[in-house]
């Protein structure tokens, strides 16, 4: 709407000029001004409509010199038919019989004025059209590499693997080999799972909560065998939420903190419980161990940090991560509903 106001003002502002110009210098009848902006308006808004709307032809062809032929032929036809409005209208004014295609001279002069008006301004709104394609190119080849660093990074955090955990599973499986071979063979098969979920899985970026609670279930089964009756551990799952889809390896990083801050610390027996349940639109994730509080300033370790790296790839600002200690300690994590859905929905 401000382009056509814009167009109208420009053309009636020439119209007034050029007509004021005729009316001092030699025809000093007033319809000379009238048929001026006529003229003006009519012509100049036709051209303009070539101009902005030439994508309709020239669209056809792939050919610079061919859009240019198709743009000629747009504007000759604009200052003809232009031209042939403002004879009919300036008949209708002033009672004059109307002649078609009668204006002999003004035709060819009005094709000039069109051809050195319009041409720069074409060339002006190709050289934009073609910016704006490069820049609209750019950004989604930018958006593109964006997509491409997030996955690989996501990668990245998925593949990080603890090694002082394989150190000592590897030092249990030792022990054990000797003492209770029946308990090495099935911390070595639970070992080799625990990889075969790790290594194997496919690389999406979410897993189904089921897929996720097997993780932590081989890996806490396995520390389990490790420390014996010091540990114990309780997963509680909610089944509405089992085949909603949570971010990939998101509870593995979690589980082994808990493990290690309330369980390998601690000369005493210790307990690991992890919740999943829904909450109004909310997935929420709790993870707690018996360890020792929180301090007030948390760390920035490895598993925590991994989580929320992730998290932050994945959402953006979008989620909530909290550390508390009252009434029990424990990692609550809440997730927008609207990112979950069941496994091959959309």
Request: aromatic content about 8%; charged content about 15%; hydrophobic content about 45%.
């Amino acid at each position: 709407m401000q382009l056509v106001i814009k167009t109208l003002l420009i053309c009636i502002l020439i119209g007034l000029a050029f007509g004021g110009y005729l009316y001092f210098t030699y025809d000093h009848r007033p319809i000379r001004i009238i048929v001026s902006v006529l003229s003006s308006v009519n012509i100049g808004s036709l051209m303009m409509l070539a101009i902005y709307h030439r994508h309709y032809f020239t669209n056809v062809t792939a050919y610079q010199a061919v859009k240019v032929m198709i743009m000629i032929v747009l504007l000759v036809s604009a200052a003809l038919l232009g031209s042939e409005l403002t004879f009919l209208m300036r008949a209708l004014l002033t009672g004059e019989p109307y002649i078609a295609f009668d204006g002999g001279s003004i035709y060819i002069l009005n094709i000039l004025v069109v051809m050195v008006t319009a041409m720069p301004l074409y060339v002006s709104e190709e050289w934009k059209s073609m910016l704006n394609a490069r820049i609209l190119h750019q950004q989604y080849r930018v958006l593109q590499l964006e997509q491409q660093q997030t996955a690989f990074e996501l990668e990245l955090l998925r593949a990080k693997i603890n090694p002082h955990f394989l150190y000592n599973m590897h030092n249990t499986i030792a022990g054990l080999i000797s003492k209770d071979p029946q308990k090495a063979e099935e911390l070595v098969l639970l070992l080799s799972r625990f990889f075969r979920f790790t290594l194997n899985k496919d690389s999406a970026t979410f897993h189904t909560v089921q897929d996720e609670l097997e993780i932590i279930s081989t890996y806490l089964h396995m520390q389990q065998i490790r420390y014996e009756n010091r540990m114990h551990y309780h997963i509680v799952a909610d089944p509405a939420t089992l085949q909603l889809q949570i971010p990939s390896f998101i509870l593995q990083p979690l589980v082994e903190n808990a493990v290690k801050h309330g369980i390998e610390t601690s000369t005493n027996s210790g307990s690991i419980d992890v919740r999943i349940l829904p909450e109004g639109t909310q997935l929420l994730i709790c993870i707690g161990d018996s360890g020792p509080a929180f301090p007030d300033t948390p760390g920035s370790g490895m598993g925590l940090q991994m989580v929320i790296n992730k998290l932050k790839l994945l959402y953006a600002d979008d989620f909530t991560i909290e550390l508390n200690n009252i009434p029990e300690k424990y990692v609550r994590i809440s997730i927008p509903g609207s990112h979950h859905h069941p496994v091959g929905g959309r």
